[in-house]
């Protein structure tokens, strides 16, 4: 299969399913009598966070296992662990934005955002916090009794996020009634919903891993390395497809659910993830790594303010991402040369 058609195929196969999951998540979390918060910020979140940050976890944890050389496993797992939030609070961030603007004429909220504040602002504070603790300290010289300290901490505070998260959120609106497999159904089954969940889950993970592939075949082909394909490429190739999630909550005018599932994955990538680095690699963050936490931190914090401030958002507000976004591309080019 050549590349370019490992990469239609992979990004047609993603878009589709996430149609789906998006469909299915909904009527799932209405099931479960789950509010806005939980079924966006964890459920949706965590349910396409997950498949990715396994690249991160097997390529960190397997030679351990297996007990041969790490070689480029520590590199690239902490490329990989940075650059998930990295690039959910830039770039993603920006396409939520762009498809806010792009679908204004049918949103009855045109480019402002109608979200639950409360809880995108609990996300965006939760995750300031743990990520900044994460990068802080792979800038210090911890003994090994203080890094199990941080990453148990790190864990414990994403199950009080949860916990917190699924207390609040406001009441699921405009639920579909029909899941798209069984379209002439009105109330279908719950085993019919968790399949369709699972199995449009399955085949978004499955689009990743060959869009994965052609990535990689493309950056080899071009001498990049390793560290630079983990930081940049893998997140793009996993993280931005899948937020198509998003982009059809937005079109939808279900803004909350779309936010929370970027908000709800940056505090997922941010703590499970870094647990294992900071337990299983040296974590010492220099050069781009650095450059990427800060970037990350500056919009998210950003975007976090301008909500503190007036208590909604807008389109232009979430696009500010895309710069920096861009400002650690040229970084890296500059870096390279």
Do not use: C
Not at 4 to 24: D, K, R
């Amino acid at each position: 299969m050549g590349t370019a058609t490992e990469f239609i195929g992979a990004l047609v196969a993603i878009v589709v399913s996430a149609a789906f999951f998006t469909n299915a998540v909904e009527i799932l979390g209405s099931r479960l009598n789950l509010g806005q918060g939980a079924v966006g910020s964890v459920l949706a979140a965590v349910g396409t966070a997950l498949p990715e940050s396994m690249i991160a976890v097997v390529a960190i944890m397997e030679p351990i296992i297996s007990g041969g050389p790490s070689g480029d496993g520590a590199e690239i797992g902490i490329g990989a662990i940075l650059g998930a939030p990295f690039m959910l609070s830039t770039l993603a961030l920006f396409v939520v934005g762009a498809a806010v603007l792009v679908f204004r004429g049918r949103r009855g909220q045109g480019t402002r955002l109608n979200i639950d504040s409360g809880t995108i602002q609990r996300d965006l504070g939760s995750f300031l916090v743990v990520f900044a603790v994460a990068a802080g300290v792979g800038l210090l010289e911890l003994p090994t009794f203080l890094k199990i300290i941080v990453a148990l901490a790190l864990v414990l505070g994403y199950a009080f996020y949860v916990r917190r998260t699924f207390q609040s959120g406001g009441e699921l609106e405009g639920t579909p009634e029909k899941l798209l497999i069984m379209p002439r159904r009105q109330a279908p089954p719950l085993a019919a919903v968790i399949f369709q969940t699972l199995a449009s889950l399955g085949i978004i993970v499955a689009g990743a891993h060959f869009f994965v592939d052609a990535v990689e075949h493309t950056a080899g082909g071009l001498g990049l390395p390793a560290g630079l394909i983990a930081l940049i490429l893998a997140p793009l190739a996993t993280e931005l497809p899948e937020k198509f999630n998003s982009v059809f909550w937005v079109r939808d005018g279900k803004d909350t659910l779309a936010m929370g599932n970027m908000t709800g994955a940056m505090m997922f990538q941010s703590t499970i993830p870094v647990s294992f680095g900071i337990l299983f690699t040296p974590w010492n963050l220099t050069g781009l790594n650095v450059f990427a936490a800060a970037l990350a931190l500056i919009s998210a914090g950003l975007v976090y303010l301008m909500l503190r401030r007036f208590g909604k958002l807008k389109a232009t507000h979430l696009m500010i991402g895309g710069l920096f976004y861009l400002a650690f591309v040229i970084g890296a080019i500059v870096a390279i040369v």
